[in-house]
Nanobody, 124 residues
């Protein structure tokens, strides 16, 4: 079993940057694909970025390509999301998710583990 705990959310002005982290417990972290999703009030959960088990492959949602970077450190059991050029429409609760597979997908129901979420608020 893997448990996920996010940290690093907060408030920032448009154009600013934030980094959120997800610390995982459990021996299987390094064999799990990991991803970040987000959910704004009244909207469905949206795929933001995913990283393969080794960190060698990354995937991004169209709305964040070129602005966000996902990475992982398997030695530290941690996955990161670096967010640059933030926009007010990036405001949401950001969730870390893990899947018992090597390659991430963009579908929330294919993930086995979820963190509690961390709020990111971008003001104009």
């Amino acid at each position: 079993q893997v448990q996920l705990v996010e940290s690093g959310g907060g408030s920032v002005q448009a154009g600013g940057s934030l980094r959120v982290s997800c610390a995982a417990s459990g021996r299987t972290f390094s064999s799990n694909a990991m991803a970040w999703f987000r959910q704004a009030p009244g909207k469905e959960r949206e795929f933001v970025a995913g990283v393969s088990w080794s960190g060698g492959s990354t995937y991004y949602g169209e709305s964040v390509k070129g602005r966000f970077t996902i990475s992982r450190d398997n030695a530290k059991n941690t996955v990161y999301l670096e967010m640059n050029s933030l926009k007010p429409e990036d405001t949401a609760v950001y969730y870390c998710a893990g899947a018992r597979k090597y390659i991430p997908t963009m579908f929330p129901n294919e993930y086995d583990y979820w963190g509690q979420g961390t709020q990111v608020t971008v003001s104009s």
